[in-house]
């Protein structure tokens, strides 16, 4: 029976390391909070995870006064980091009033951890700015 204590424990402290690995590695590096801007248009958006070298960022665009099916995110959206600049990758297609969804950046193997998006246009602010230190 002590024989296979030792060889237990190290498998158990193997596989939490690589749990821990695998779970880290693929968020932010902190938690970060929701940011939102309220007008015509209410935007709330969210870091939520870094995996495969694309940034993933959780969005809602909510409004009871325009219809939002003629604002591309991939065009009006930017993400600025480590004095880089890029547009989305993909980005959930707006329609109605009410949407959610996701909208993701390449940054390669950047882990950013201070950045700010902007988003353009959208009803009734010309640039809003949600930004994370």
Known sequence: MKK???PIT???VLGLFIS????LGNKPAKS????TSQGEATIDITPKIIENGKFVFSIALNT???SLENYNLMELTTLNYNGKSVKPISALKLAGHHNNG???FDVGNDKPENFKI????IPDIEE????WN
């Open 118 to 121: 902007t988003i353009n246009s």
């Open 10 to 12: 190290v498998l158990l």
């Open 64 to 66: 009871h006064s325009v």
């Open 20 to 23: 821990l690995f695998f779970v």
């Open 102 to 104: 996701e909208i993701s």
């Open 32 to 35: 970060y909070d929701t940011k």
């Open 4 to 6: 296979l204590i030792i």
């Open 128 to 131: 809003r700015i949600f930004e």
